[in-house]
């Protein structure tokens, strides 16, 4: 069996060692032909400055969304140095990458230069790009689960109604909505007049000494209430650095309770309060501004580990 072609596509791959770009797909073969006309307008002087780097830009978008003869292109300057310093990694790379697009002379070259493979810039930042928003798109996909998933748990006018004054209020405190659903039907279950045995009022349940820090006049008032709450919720996750967890221990018992045990408290209470919660918000870390305030002291130290 000759495995002489397989083993030479392996290393090929290898060379490149990246999928083509994320929006390639995208790209039609007459916007690659037209950015490679550009880029070898651009390379020889042909009716425009010349300008090697603007080319090899060009050259590079057109390469990454699929076309084999602006790989080539690319090969053949950075093996001859024509234009731009010679660079026999760069050159490999890209022959690899015109061999795999289906260049016939591209297999040839690729060996003849002999190097190890190294991506050029304008691939690691195409790949960097691919992987900022394959994150954003995750975070989105996320973000729309969640959604639905409070929206699946409001049922009455009036939860409805509250849920309008978070959606409101949220993104002003840089919280996420669906932190503040979370801790506001652990609290009240979206009981506006809750008043607790430890004199904790309103929605998101603030005690007298908390609504007075964030300047709450009317803890019965939704709005109010929800200010007031979200605030604190701003407060903690700068003071705790975005950790969700010690964020929704300490709402429940302090971050001083939290600080004292160096992590979630061994109350009973308190770590089944934590569960509650990450049973519709499960995400473990949130998004803080750390301009808010200092983070804790002791949170190098700290441990998010809850009972079972």
Not at 112 to 131: I, N
Request: proline share 5%.
């Amino acid at each position: 069996m000759n495995l002489r072609p397989f083993t030479v596509r392996l290393l090929l791959a290898l060379a490149v060692a990246t999928a083509v770009s994320a929006h390639a797909a995208t790209v039609d073969v007459e916007q690659r032909q037209a950015w490679r006309e550009q880029a070898q307008g651009l390379e020889h002087g042909e009716g425009v400055a010349r300008n090697t780097d603007a080319a090899i830009a060009l050259y590079c978008r057109a390469a990454l969304a699929g076309d084999a003869v602006s790989a080539y292109n690319l090969g053949w300057m950075y093996a001859n140095g024509r234009g731009t310093p010679r660079h026999d990694g760069y050159a490999a790379h890209w022959f690899a990458r015109a061999a795999l697009l289906g260049d016939t002379q591209a297999e040839a070259m690729f060996h003849r230069v002999g190097a190890q493979a190294d991506k050029p810039d304008c691939v690691l930042q195409a790949e960097r790009g691919d992987q900022l928003r394959a994150e954003g798109e995750k975070k989105l996909a996320e973000a729309e689960a969640l959604t639905t998933r409070y929206r699946e748990l409001v049922n009455t006018p009036e939860e409805q109604r509250i849920m309008k004054i978070v959606y409101k209020l949220a993104p002003q405190f840089g919280i996420e909505p669906g932190l503040a659903f979370a801790v506001i039907r652990a609290e009240s279950n979206f009981n506006v007049n809750a008043l607790s045995d430890k004199n904790a009022q309103g929605l998101m349940q603030l005690i007298p000494e908390t609504a007075a820090r964030f300047a709450v006049r009317k803890p019965f008032d939704p709005e109010q209430n929800i200010r007031g709450g979200l605030s604190y919720l701003r407060w903690l996750l700068a003071y705790f650095k975005g950790n969700v967890p010690l964020v929704l221990a300490a709402y429940n018992a302090g971050e001083g309770t939290v600080d004292r045990y160096r992590g979630v408290p061994p109350y009973p209470e308190t770590q089944g309060y934590i569960k509650r919660i990450q049973q519709v918000f499960s995400l473990q870390t949130h998004p803080f501004d750390e301009r808010v305030t200092a983070p804790s002291p002791v949170l190098t130290k700290v441990t998010t580990s809850v009972g079972r």
